[in-house]
């Protein structure tokens, strides 16, 4: 468990944190946009530009070999960090998007008209653009797991929704308007006993929980370094060897490919049959610090120390008169989305600002998730293992402050 000091230790990794916003310290609520980045990662960052810039893979020289190590560590890092059985299955990407659309585009290709999707009421907009891009130039359904008052899937709702057309299942593991934490074990076993793939849209769980492949079984993850204290632009798609080695390759060009000549070209191996062009090798390696980061720290003390900001948040927020919040499942991430009265999002969150306090309004790139709650658009906050108790106070005091600037 991590306590007082060891928070005081952790924050001054973020200088960021120190910042003023109009002359008041800046609250940082908005983790599930992104995550702010440790000096260590940083580091990487210049330190690989700085001593380690050569193209990877491509050069017999000693940088390029040492830059490459670098990318490959990282890719081991990974695999360690979700338990994937090869680093052949780790195949880096932007982020979350670019990897649900590799999928969506490369294992899409074999659905046919009639073919059916599963995806839920919650998803982000990356896990449902990717499918609906697929409709335009095949009738292929989309069918969609609805939500239970709590924000939760219900199991049965879910297995009711299989039919002989279903061909595969994408689905998130963590809400990042609502919070749920997914059954995707029971999920995944669910879509496999009808014998379909899936996808798990992993963005918001990595940060906050382990998350295992061996465990889980889900036959694709995707994720984003971003939102793990890690930089912008890197992203993760897991995928098992058996679907990596029959899908084509997404994008072509260098470094995908075996031999190339203009009658015939053959494809590199996993991963790199999926990693056209140059990629980014200081993202990748400052990634592999983030991930050293929240190891040093402990991923089970992170979400401890996230879930009683949680909760203490959520207790006091319920305080406030005419407070409305939206995800109150059993099984919940650190993210609170709420409406104070007819408060719109975006008012209450410019006012919050002012106060200091970064937190995110609006759709939350889940509109379809707005439409079926009938609003549109909240105002969230969300944790990070940063973030203090007495910063929950003083949020609080904030929206109640704000509340009654409306009232
Ligand atoms: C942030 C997020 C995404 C998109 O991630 P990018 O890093 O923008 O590609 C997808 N799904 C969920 C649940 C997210 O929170």
Known sequence: MLNDQDIIDIRKDFPILDTKIEGRPLI???????????????????????????????????????????QEEAREKVRRYINADSTGEIIFTRGTTEAINLVASSF?????????IIITAMEHHANIVPWQLLQRNKRIRLRIV???????????????????????????????????INPVKKMIEIAHSHGVPVLVDGAQAVSCMKVDMKELDADFYAFSAHKMYGPTGVGVLYGKKKF????????????????VTFEKTTFAGLPYKFEAGTPDFV????????????????????????????????????????????????????VISFLVNGINSYDMGTILDKLGVAVRTGH????????????????????????????????????????????
């Open 146 to 180: 609805p939500l239970n008052e709590r924000g939760e899937i219900v199991t049965e709702d879910y297995e009711d929704l299989f039919t002989e057309n279903t061909r595969f299942v994408a689905i998130s593991h963590v809400s990042n308007v609502l919070g749920s």
């Open 244 to 259: 990596l080695e029959m899908m084509p390759p997404y994008q072509g060009g260098g470094e995908m490919i075996g031999t």
């Open 283 to 334: 993202g990748i390696a400052a990634f592999g610090t983030a991930i050293d980061y929240i190891q040093d720290i402990g991923i089970d003390n992170i979400a401890a120390h996230e879930d009683r900001l949680l909760k203490a948040a959520t207790e006091k927020l319920q305080q406030i008169p005419g407070m409305r919040i939206f995800g109150t499942s059993e099984n919940k991430s650190a």
């Open 108 to 116: 899409g290709g074999t659905l046919t008209h009639g073919d059916e």
């Open 28 to 70: 940082y609520l908005d983790n599930a946009a992104t995550s702010q980045t440790p000096d260590a990662v940083v580091d990487t960052i210049s330190y690989m530009y700085r001593n380690l810039k050569a193209n990877v893979h491509r050069g017999v020289h000693t940088l390029s070999q040492l830059a490459t190590d670098k």
């Open 364 to 407: 939350h790139c889940a509109e379809p998730l707005m439409h079926r709650l009938g609003i549109e658009g909240t105002v969230r906050a969300s944790f990070g293992v940063y973030n203090t108790m007495e910063e929950v106070e003083q949020f609080v005091a904030a929206v109640e402050r704000t509340a009654k600037m409306f009232s």
